[in-house]
């Protein structure tokens, strides 16, 4: 009964996501289409705070990396082929992960969360000093990345429907993928970390070697979020390393729940559909924005996410008191 | 006598000008309980941390299945084979008995490499996991999440996670501590059991436990070895009667 309920919610949102584009109008499929890239980014950071307990303020350093490795690597009047240009961004995100990891993997805490932070404000002002990366305006993506090959091109990114239907087979194929990891004897070895470190260790696990490849998977996943970041809008900006990104990001994973995966999926979607509902209604929309969150973290302390949980919980204690 | 499992070179500790250990030499043999006793702050449990990596000794060796493992960071220790309990319970609090085990056990037979597999479908490490919660009498309760199991039963579950590692050397740091009568019984008999193959080295401070189960005493005070030998002849030892013994048997 409660499966079959599961697999029919799920079975309705499959099919209102495949017929999203030809229902709704082409602003609306580019703001779904961005927010499951959010949702992509936000899953990648429950990794580290949800499972494995990691806080990271600095999740935007990854995200940013994939995001100007594709202005990089694009022609100045042409696209870059998605090809080349997709793994090497998710690798130029991975190999920052590591560096930043190996230092920052160390510390605990708030520590932890200064660490963090501190690196991705090098990575800002790094994009704001050099010019090659375009200074503190930023720079222009003229092409979107080109998927031809072999003579074929199977889709195209600048067509917004496509774009839209490869953001929503990558954003399904990342939460299942994730879903493998996590069921993992991996995925169960940093549950654990998260639960007790001290305890691993003594168990026998070299939990630094747990923790630094989960970091670095992350941050990889944080990387292709940011890649087709910048593929969309056609445009970086050191914006994409700020700390407010960061911010944004975690709270998409607490306002979603941390201890589900979907849940990260259901924060990007609540928090930028509310942020573009409030942003139409006043050009204050930052003040009921804020009462948004706090009203949500008051009343809803495991998030989105939790709320079946949380409705089970409330279930039970009125039947405890009929009975 | 044979070779010792576990030998402890003239061990010591220092933390600023207080020497918690010093110059502490021990030989844990297999097959028996080599109990360790000694009044609060003699620095039984000190030793404890210095034999599983909890901290790195200042001086000495602690050689271990052919080299020196004095120093070494705690999961090479346990993955070496010498796992420990804690005085304070120390399990994953909010996951079921059975995962506690699980990952233990996950941790000696475990392969890093096949990533994608669920956890739960690997055979020999479920089983390790089962035998250790058969072991100590609790796989009736495996499904039910660690904090809900009484403080008795969260105690045996500890040992059944160090069970889980199959390790050759049990350190045990007051493991009836807080425990009900009944409960402690119970406890004995366990690790008079597990004694016959594993070496074990038990910190307590309860003497009928000690003097029931011990094969080998030693008497720590001040961070040194008082006396060390036979349960017997401890109990006759003046210098002990008079540091430790005498006062505890009095006030029990």
């Not at chain 1, 961004?89 to 520590?111: C, M």
């Not at chain 1, 299942?176 to 998260?194: D, M, T």
């Not at chain 1, 630094?208 to 998977?217: D, G, P, S, T």
Request: aromatic share 8%; proline share 3%; glycine share 10%.
């Amino acid at each position: 009964m409660r499966r079959k309920l599961v697999l029919l919610v799920l079975l309705l949102v499959l099919v209102a996501a495949l017929a999203f584009p030809a229902l709704a109008g082409r602003f609306y499929v580019q703001l779904v289409s961005k927010i499951m890239i959010m949702a992509i980014f936000a899953m990648s950071l429950n990794l580290l705070v949800g499972c494995t307990g990691l806080v990271s303020l600095g999740h935007a350093a990854f995200f940013g990396a994939g995001a100007y490795t594709l202005f990089l690597l694009s022609p100045e009047y042409g696209a870059a082929s998605l090809w080349l240009s997709l793994p090497a961004a998710v690798a130029a995100a991975a190999v920052a992960a590591l560096a930043i990891g190996l230092l920052v993997l160390r510390s605990t805490g708030v520590y932890f969360i200064m660490a963090t932070l501190a690196f991705t404000q090098m990575f800002f002002y790094l994009a704001t000093g050099s010019k090659t990366l375009g200074g503190s305006d930023g720079a222009y993506i003229y092409g979107k990345p080109d998927a031809a090959i072999f003579g074929l091109t199977p889709f195209r990114l600048a067509d917004p429907t496509q774009f839209y239907y490869a953001m929503l087979v990558l954003m399904a194929g990342t939460y299942l993928v994730l879903r493998l990891l996590l069921r993992s004897p991996f995925g169960h070895a940093i549950q654990g970390i998260r639960v007790n470190e001290h305890r691993m260790r003594s168990l026998g696990f070299a939990t630094f070697r747990y923790k630094l490849a989960i970091f670095v998977i992350a941050g990889a996943l944080a990387g292709l979020a940011g890649y087709f970041d910048a593929a969309q809008f056609g445009v970086v900006n050191p914006d994409l390393f700020g700390w407010r990104l960061s911010g944004l990001v975690l709270m998409m994973v607490i306002l979603g729940g941390m201890r589900t995966l979907y849940g990260a999926v259901l924060g990007a979607f609540a928090l930028t559909l509310v942020q573009e509902v409030l942003s139409d209604l006043t050009r204050h929309w930052l003040l009921p924005m804020g009462l948004f969150i706090i009203l949500a973290v008051l009343l809803l302390p495991q998030g989105i996410g939790g709320l079946r949980h949380q409705l089970g919980m409330v279930r039970r204690r009125v039947a405890a008191r009929r009975g | 006598m044979a070779e010792p499992v576990l030998r402890i070179e003239r061990l010591s500790k220092r933390f600023g000008g207080l020497a918690a250990v010093s110059d502490v030499s021990l030989d844990v043999q297999g097959g028996g309980v080599h109990a360790l006793i000694g009044p609060n702050g003699a620095g039984k449990t000190t030793l404890i941390n210095l034999l599983s990596g909890d901290l790195a000794p200042s001086g000495g060796g602690v050689r271990f299945a052919g080299r020196d493992i004095a120093g070494l960071a705690p999961e090479r220790i346990a993955r070496l084979g010498i796992a420990r309990v804690y005085q304070k319970t120390n399990i994953f609090a909010e996951f079921p008995a059975f995962e506690n085990c699980r990952l233990a056990a996950q941790a000696r037979l475990g392969k890093p490499s096949s990533v994608l597999r669920p956890a739960y479908a690997y055979r020999e490490i479920n089983e390790a996991a089962e035998r250790a919660l058969a072991l100590v009498g609790l796989d009736a309760r495996r499904k039910d999440a660690a904090l809900t199991l009484s403080h008795g039963e969260q105690r045996q579950l500890e040992i059944a996670m160090t069970l889980a590692m199959s390790p050759r050397v049990l350190l045990l740091d007051e493991p009836l501590a807080g425990m009900g009568s009944e409960e402690s019984r119970r406890m004995v008999e366990l690790i008079a059991r597990l004694a016959s193959d594993h070496a074990i080295l038990l910190v307590e401070h309860d003497m009928d436990a000690v003097f029931s189960v011990a094969s080998v005493l030693t008497v720590m005070v001040d961070g040194r070895v008082l006396a060390s030998g036979a349960p017997e002849a401890i109990r006759r030892n003046k210098a002990v009667q008079e540091a430790y013994l005498g006062t505890a048997e009095g006030a029990a």
